[in-house]
């Protein structure tokens, strides 16, 4: 099982930013995933959820990035994106992507938000 992060970088404040998630080594149509974030200092916290079932998928946001960040899923690509938008320091950290069925995170990728 493997999945891995890219997308993040230095982003300055109102910008934007389109993370992709690949999943390999299971049947990623099948499994729910989410995107966290850890600032420095501060615990692993929620940012978004998709579930199984293709493009038709629920999703869930954490408060602070509603209305900023849309998750979406191609299953024929085994991707996850998460694309945020108007960006905020407060958006700094390292962003996993994570399959709660598995309990399988990947290796992370930091965005840093920052004039």
């Known amino acids: 099982v493997q999945l891995v992060e890219s997308g993040g970088g230095l982003v300055q404040p109102g910008g934007s930013l389109r993370l992709s998630c690949v999943g390999s080594?299971?049947?990623?149509?099948?499994?729910?995933i989410s995107w966290y974030r850890q600032a420095p200092g501060s615990d692993r916290e929620l940012v978004a959820f998709?579930?199984?079932?293709?493009?038709?998928?629920?999703?869930n946001y954490a408060d602070s990035v509603k209305g900023r960040a849309t998750i979406s899923r191609d299953d024929a690509k085994n991707t996850v994106y998460l694309q945020m938008n108007m960006l905020k320091p407060e958006d700094t950290g390292v962003y996993y992507c994570?399959?709660?069925?598995?309990?399988?995170w990947g290796q992370g990728t930091q965005v840093t938000v920052s004039s």
């Open positions: 994570y399959a709660p069925t598995l309990l399988f």
């Open positions: 080594g299971f049947t990623f149509s099948r499994y729910d």
């Open positions: 998709i579930s199984s079932g293709g493009v038709g998928g629920s999703t």
